[in-house]
Protein backbone atom coordinates (compact mmCIF):
# COMPACT_ATOMS: atom_id res chain seq x y z
CA UNK A 1 0.00 0.00 0.00
CA UNK A 2 1.30 3.32 -0.41
CA UNK A 3 1.85 6.16 1.92
CA UNK A 4 -0.82 9.03 1.12
CA UNK A 5 0.68 12.46 0.54
CA UNK A 6 -1.54 15.50 0.67
CA UNK A 7 -1.06 19.00 -0.97
CA UNK A 8 -3.76 21.86 -1.34
CA UNK A 9 -3.21 24.93 -3.31
CA UNK A 10 -5.71 28.13 -3.53
CA UNK A 11 -7.45 28.72 -6.63
CA UNK A 12 -5.06 31.23 -8.96
CA UNK A 13 -6.29 30.83 -11.75
CA UNK A 14 -3.64 30.08 -14.68
CA UNK A 15 -0.55 28.82 -13.13
CA UNK A 16 2.75 30.46 -13.85
CA UNK A 17 6.58 28.90 -14.79
CA UNK A 18 7.10 29.41 -11.27
CA UNK A 19 4.27 27.53 -10.05
CA UNK A 20 5.29 24.58 -12.38
CA UNK A 21 8.96 24.85 -11.72
CA UNK A 22 8.07 25.31 -7.51
CA UNK A 23 5.40 22.47 -7.65
CA UNK A 24 3.68 21.44 -10.04
CA UNK A 25 6.67 19.03 -11.51
CA UNK A 26 7.10 18.04 -7.83
CA UNK A 27 3.04 17.05 -7.84
CA UNK A 28 3.54 14.73 -10.78
CA UNK A 29 7.06 13.02 -10.17
CA UNK A 30 5.31 12.34 -6.20
CA UNK A 31 2.58 10.29 -8.23
CA UNK A 32 4.97 7.70 -8.93
CA UNK A 33 5.97 6.35 -5.27
CA UNK A 34 2.69 7.82 -3.63
CA UNK A 35 -0.66 8.08 -3.23
CA UNK A 36 -1.58 11.67 -3.48
CA UNK A 37 -4.33 13.54 -2.72
CA UNK A 38 -4.05 17.09 -4.48
CA UNK A 39 -7.03 19.60 -3.49
CA UNK A 40 -8.09 23.16 -4.88
CA UNK A 41 -8.35 24.67 -1.26
CA UNK A 42 -11.40 27.34 -2.43
CA UNK A 43 -12.55 27.87 1.40
CA UNK A 44 -9.02 28.82 1.89
CA UNK A 45 -9.35 31.60 -0.81
CA UNK A 46 -12.60 33.09 0.67
CA UNK A 47 -10.53 33.95 3.53
CA UNK A 48 -9.11 36.72 1.14
CA UNK A 49 -11.70 37.43 -1.16
CA UNK A 50 -15.27 38.28 -0.75
CA UNK A 51 -18.32 39.17 -2.08
CA UNK A 52 -18.22 39.99 -5.90
CA UNK A 53 -14.50 39.09 -5.56
CA UNK A 54 -15.08 36.01 -4.45
CA UNK A 55 -18.60 35.25 -6.70
CA UNK A 56 -16.75 36.49 -9.80
CA UNK A 57 -13.47 34.83 -9.38
CA UNK A 58 -13.47 31.25 -7.80
CA UNK A 59 -15.12 29.07 -10.70
CA UNK A 60 -12.91 30.35 -13.08
CA UNK A 61 -9.90 30.48 -11.51
CA UNK A 62 -10.55 26.33 -10.75
CA UNK A 63 -11.48 25.61 -14.30
CA UNK A 64 -7.84 27.33 -15.18
CA UNK A 65 -6.17 25.55 -12.46
CA UNK A 66 -7.10 22.01 -13.27
CA UNK A 67 -6.44 22.76 -16.88
CA UNK A 68 -2.50 23.79 -16.07
CA UNK A 69 -2.81 20.60 -13.84
CA UNK A 70 -4.07 18.05 -16.12
CA UNK A 71 -2.18 19.14 -18.80
CA UNK A 72 1.58 19.00 -16.92
CA UNK A 73 0.74 15.33 -15.84
CA UNK A 74 -1.33 15.11 -13.08
CA UNK A 75 -3.31 12.04 -13.46
CA UNK A 76 -6.68 11.27 -12.18
CA UNK A 77 -6.00 7.74 -12.71
CA UNK A 78 -3.03 8.05 -9.96
CA UNK A 79 -3.99 10.87 -8.01
CA UNK A 80 -7.83 12.23 -6.30
CA UNK A 81 -7.62 15.14 -7.58
CA UNK A 82 -10.64 17.08 -6.29
CA UNK A 83 -12.01 20.73 -5.01
CA UNK A 84 -12.02 21.06 -1.02
CA UNK A 85 -15.45 22.68 -0.90
CA UNK A 86 -16.70 19.68 -2.70
CA UNK A 87 -15.95 17.73 0.40
CA UNK A 88 -17.87 19.05 3.34
CA UNK A 89 -16.70 16.82 5.63
CA UNK A 90 -13.40 19.14 5.73
CA UNK A 91 -15.88 21.71 7.51
CA UNK A 92 -17.06 19.36 10.00
CA UNK A 93 -13.50 18.40 11.15
CA UNK A 94 -12.56 21.40 11.11
CA UNK A 95 -14.95 22.17 13.68
CA UNK A 96 -14.23 19.23 15.74
CA UNK A 97 -10.48 20.03 15.60
CA UNK A 98 -11.17 23.53 16.22
CA UNK A 99 -12.57 22.46 20.29
CA UNK A 100 -8.96 21.14 20.96
CA UNK A 101 -6.95 24.00 19.28
CA UNK A 102 -6.11 26.39 21.77
CA UNK A 103 -6.54 29.82 20.59
CA UNK A 104 -3.34 31.28 22.05
CA UNK A 105 -1.94 29.21 18.92
CA UNK A 106 -3.40 30.63 16.48
CA UNK A 107 -2.63 34.46 17.83
CA UNK A 108 0.66 33.85 17.95
CA UNK A 109 0.98 33.00 13.87
CA UNK A 110 2.87 35.15 12.63
CA UNK A 111 1.02 34.81 8.99
CA UNK A 112 -2.38 35.72 10.72
CA UNK A 113 -0.39 38.96 12.24
CA UNK A 114 0.71 40.01 8.54
CA UNK A 115 -2.59 39.12 7.18
CA UNK A 116 -3.97 41.87 10.00
CA UNK A 117 -1.85 44.04 8.43
CA UNK A 118 -2.20 43.79 5.19
CA UNK A 119 -6.14 43.28 5.11
CA UNK A 120 -7.60 45.70 7.73
CA UNK A 121 -11.18 46.17 7.11
CA UNK A 122 -11.52 42.17 6.55
CA UNK A 123 -10.24 40.44 9.70
CA UNK A 124 -12.21 37.11 8.98
CA UNK A 125 -12.69 34.26 11.53
CA UNK A 126 -11.33 32.41 8.61
CA UNK A 127 -7.82 34.17 8.96
CA UNK A 128 -7.36 32.96 12.34
CA UNK A 129 -8.69 29.55 11.88
CA UNK A 130 -6.50 29.06 8.65
CA UNK A 131 -4.45 26.48 10.50
CA UNK A 132 -7.29 24.61 11.86
CA UNK A 133 -8.79 23.88 8.34
CA UNK A 134 -5.23 23.59 7.16
CA UNK A 135 -5.18 20.87 9.37
CA UNK A 136 -8.66 19.05 8.64
CA UNK A 137 -7.00 19.27 5.19
CA UNK A 138 -4.26 16.90 5.91
CA UNK A 139 -5.78 14.83 8.41
CA UNK A 140 -9.18 14.36 6.92
CA UNK A 141 -7.38 12.04 3.96
CA UNK A 142 -4.72 10.90 7.01
CA UNK A 143 -1.98 11.92 4.47
CA UNK A 144 1.56 10.94 6.11
CA UNK A 145 3.42 13.64 4.07
CA UNK A 146 3.03 17.22 2.94
CA UNK A 147 5.35 18.26 0.20
CA UNK A 148 6.83 21.83 1.42
CA UNK A 149 9.51 24.06 1.47
CA UNK A 150 11.25 25.87 3.57
CA UNK A 151 8.94 28.65 4.60
CA UNK A 152 6.05 26.72 4.84
CA UNK A 153 7.38 24.05 7.71
CA UNK A 154 6.13 26.39 10.59
CA UNK A 155 2.24 26.04 9.11
CA UNK A 156 3.00 22.43 9.07
CA UNK A 157 4.43 22.16 12.61
CA UNK A 158 1.71 23.99 14.31
CA UNK A 159 -0.51 21.23 11.91
CA UNK A 160 1.63 18.30 13.51
CA UNK A 161 1.23 20.31 17.10
CA UNK A 162 -2.82 20.42 16.55
CA UNK A 163 -2.82 16.77 15.74
CA UNK A 164 -0.81 15.99 18.81
CA UNK A 165 -3.15 17.60 21.29
CA UNK A 166 -6.00 15.85 19.84
CA UNK A 167 -4.22 12.46 19.51
CA UNK A 168 -3.16 12.86 23.46
CA UNK A 169 -6.90 13.65 24.59
CA UNK A 170 -8.62 11.26 22.97
CA UNK A 171 -6.53 8.21 21.60
CA UNK A 172 -3.83 7.82 18.69
CA UNK A 173 -6.14 9.03 15.28
CA UNK A 174 -4.33 10.63 12.79
CA UNK A 175 -1.00 10.24 11.90
CA UNK A 176 1.54 13.50 12.74
CA UNK A 177 2.22 14.25 9.02
CA UNK A 178 5.84 14.15 8.25
CA UNK A 179 7.64 17.31 5.74
CA UNK A 180 8.70 16.06 2.25
CA UNK A 181 10.95 18.41 1.52
CA UNK A 182 11.20 19.63 -1.72
CA UNK A 183 14.20 20.77 -3.51
CA UNK A 184 11.81 23.27 -5.83
CA UNK A 185 14.16 26.10 -6.64
CA UNK A 186 12.99 29.51 -5.77
CA UNK A 187 11.59 31.45 -8.76
CA UNK A 188 12.16 34.91 -9.25
CA UNK A 189 9.97 37.23 -11.74
CA UNK A 190 10.71 38.91 -15.17
CA UNK A 191 11.56 41.60 -12.12
CA UNK A 192 14.40 39.42 -10.97
CA UNK A 193 14.05 40.33 -7.28
CA UNK A 194 10.61 39.28 -6.55
CA UNK A 195 8.88 35.33 -6.11
CA UNK A 196 7.62 35.33 -9.16
CA UNK A 197 3.78 36.12 -8.47
CA UNK A 198 0.55 37.01 -10.70
CA UNK A 199 -0.12 39.22 -7.85
CA UNK A 200 2.76 41.34 -9.27
CA UNK A 201 2.25 40.67 -13.01
CA UNK A 202 5.88 39.39 -13.04
CA UNK A 203 4.89 36.19 -14.47
CA UNK A 204 4.66 33.93 -17.51
CA UNK A 205 1.47 31.87 -18.02
CA UNK A 206 2.10 28.20 -18.65
CA UNK A 207 -0.78 28.86 -21.47
CA UNK A 208 0.54 32.09 -22.73
CA UNK A 209 1.50 31.88 -26.68
CA UNK A 210 5.15 31.49 -27.91
CA UNK A 211 4.36 34.97 -28.70
CA UNK A 212 3.32 36.64 -25.31
CA UNK A 213 6.47 34.57 -24.05
CA UNK A 214 8.77 36.31 -26.18
CA UNK A 215 7.47 39.27 -25.44
CA UNK A 216 7.26 39.07 -21.77
CA UNK A 217 10.81 37.61 -21.18
CA UNK A 218 11.92 40.69 -23.56
CA UNK A 219 11.17 43.02 -20.19
CA UNK A 220 12.84 41.08 -18.06
CA UNK A 221 15.10 42.62 -15.85
CA UNK A 222 19.13 41.35 -16.44
CA UNK A 223 22.54 41.95 -14.90
CA UNK A 224 21.92 45.88 -13.57
CA UNK A 225 25.12 46.04 -13.97
CA UNK A 226 25.65 45.92 -17.75
CA UNK A 227 24.21 48.99 -19.15
CA UNK A 228 25.97 48.49 -22.70
CA UNK A 229 26.20 45.39 -24.88
CA UNK A 230 30.12 45.49 -24.66
CA UNK A 231 29.89 45.48 -20.81
CA UNK A 232 30.72 42.00 -19.50
CA UNK A 233 27.92 40.53 -17.13
CA UNK A 234 27.32 38.61 -14.40
CA UNK A 235 24.93 35.68 -14.99
CA UNK A 236 25.34 34.26 -11.74
CA UNK A 237 23.13 37.13 -10.73
CA UNK A 238 20.87 37.20 -13.32
CA UNK A 239 17.14 35.77 -13.54
CA UNK A 240 17.32 34.54 -17.05
CA UNK A 241 20.61 33.05 -16.60
CA UNK A 242 19.03 30.88 -14.17
CA UNK A 243 16.21 30.61 -15.94
CA UNK A 244 17.97 29.01 -19.02
CA UNK A 245 19.84 26.82 -16.13
CA UNK A 246 16.32 25.23 -15.32
CA UNK A 247 15.07 25.10 -18.87
CA UNK A 248 17.99 23.90 -20.91
CA UNK A 249 21.39 23.74 -18.30
CA UNK A 250 23.84 22.70 -21.51
CA UNK A 251 22.84 26.45 -23.05
CA UNK A 252 23.32 28.31 -19.78
CA UNK A 253 26.55 26.85 -19.37
CA UNK A 254 27.21 27.84 -23.11
CA UNK A 255 25.59 30.90 -22.11
CA UNK A 256 27.86 31.55 -18.84
CA UNK A 257 31.01 32.44 -20.45
CA UNK A 258 29.62 34.43 -23.24
CA UNK A 259 27.81 36.69 -21.34
CA UNK A 260 30.97 37.63 -18.99
CA UNK A 261 33.01 37.97 -22.04
CA UNK A 262 30.31 40.32 -23.85
CA UNK A 263 30.32 38.27 -26.85
CA UNK A 264 26.18 37.67 -26.35
CA UNK A 265 23.84 40.78 -25.74
CA UNK A 266 21.04 40.45 -23.75
CA UNK A 267 18.31 40.71 -25.91
CA UNK A 268 19.93 37.62 -27.90
CA UNK A 269 19.79 35.74 -24.44
CA UNK A 270 16.59 36.76 -23.88
CA UNK A 271 15.45 35.50 -27.22
CA UNK A 272 17.45 32.10 -27.17
CA UNK A 273 15.36 31.40 -23.61
CA UNK A 274 11.72 32.36 -24.66
CA UNK A 275 12.52 29.59 -27.79
CA UNK A 276 14.01 27.09 -25.05
CA UNK A 277 10.89 27.78 -22.76
CA UNK A 278 8.19 27.50 -25.85
CA UNK A 279 9.67 24.33 -26.59
CA UNK A 280 9.71 22.84 -23.10
CA UNK A 281 6.04 23.98 -22.76
CA UNK A 282 4.89 23.35 -26.31
CA UNK A 283 3.74 19.29 -25.47
CA UNK A 284 2.03 21.04 -21.95
CA UNK A 285 0.30 23.59 -23.87
CA UNK A 286 -0.90 21.27 -26.66
CA UNK A 287 -2.35 19.12 -24.21
CA UNK A 288 -3.83 22.40 -22.48
CA UNK A 289 -5.75 23.11 -25.73
CA UNK A 290 -7.73 19.89 -26.19
CA UNK A 291 -8.29 19.50 -22.71
CA UNK A 292 -10.35 23.30 -22.67
CA UNK A 293 -12.35 21.90 -25.67
CA UNK A 294 -13.95 19.04 -23.26
CA UNK A 295 -15.06 20.47 -20.01
CA UNK A 296 -17.75 17.80 -19.28
CA UNK A 297 -14.28 15.69 -19.13
CA UNK A 298 -12.43 18.05 -16.35
CA UNK A 299 -16.01 17.93 -14.82
CA UNK A 300 -16.06 14.67 -14.25
CA UNK A 301 -12.62 14.29 -13.13
CA UNK A 302 -13.21 16.79 -10.57
CA UNK A 303 -16.53 15.09 -9.87
CA UNK A 304 -15.09 11.68 -9.26
CA UNK A 305 -11.60 12.94 -7.45
CA UNK A 306 -13.94 14.27 -4.77
CA UNK A 307 -16.35 11.16 -4.48
CA UNK A 308 -12.90 9.19 -4.09
CA UNK A 309 -11.84 11.89 -1.62
CA UNK A 310 -14.88 12.02 0.34
CA UNK A 311 -15.11 8.16 0.99
CA UNK A 312 -12.13 8.33 3.03
CA UNK A 313 -13.16 11.40 4.50
CA UNK A 314 -16.50 9.75 5.90
CA UNK A 315 -14.66 7.22 7.75
CA UNK A 316 -12.24 9.65 9.29
CA UNK A 317 -15.16 11.55 10.35
CA UNK A 318 -16.89 8.73 11.94
CA UNK A 319 -13.47 7.80 13.76
CA UNK A 320 -13.29 11.43 15.28
CA UNK A 321 -16.52 11.68 16.56
CA UNK A 322 -16.74 8.18 17.98
CA UNK A 323 -13.48 9.16 19.60
CA UNK A 324 -14.98 12.34 21.04
CA UNK A 325 -17.96 10.67 22.08
CA UNK A 326 -20.36 11.87 19.44
CA UNK A 327 -21.64 8.52 18.67
CA UNK A 328 -24.78 7.07 20.14
CA UNK A 329 -23.98 3.44 21.11
CA UNK A 330 -27.06 2.52 22.07
CA UNK A 331 -27.29 3.38 25.81
S1 LIG B 1 23.62 37.96 -21.47
FE1 LIG B 1 22.03 36.72 -20.58
S2 LIG B 1 22.87 35.97 -18.69
FE2 LIG B 1 24.13 37.70 -19.33
S3 LIG B 1 23.26 39.48 -18.27
FE3 LIG B 1 22.33 39.36 -20.31
S4 LIG B 1 20.48 38.20 -20.02
FE4 LIG B 1 21.73 37.86 -18.24
Not at 2 to 7: A, E, G, I, L, N
Not at 63 to 74: K, P, S, T, V, Y
Not at 124 to 143: E, H, Q
Not at 267 to 287: F, G, S, T
Request: net charge neutral.
Amino acid sequence: MKKRVFSGARPTGRQHIGNYLGAIQNYVSLQEEYQCVYCIVDLHALTTLQGAEAVGHIQQNIREMILDWLAAGLDPKRSILFVQSEVTEVTELHTLLGMTTPLSWLMRVPTFKEKVKMQPDNVNYGLLGYPVLMTSDIVLYKAEFVPVGEDQLPHLELAREIVRRFNSLYGHTFPEPQPKMTSAPLILGLDGVQKMSKQLNNHIELAATPQETTERIMTAFTDPARKRKSDPGHPEICNIYRLHQLFKPGKAEEIAPQCRSAAIGCVECKRLLAQEINEALAPLRERRSELATRPEYVRDVLAEGAQRARAIARETIREVKDRMGLISKGT
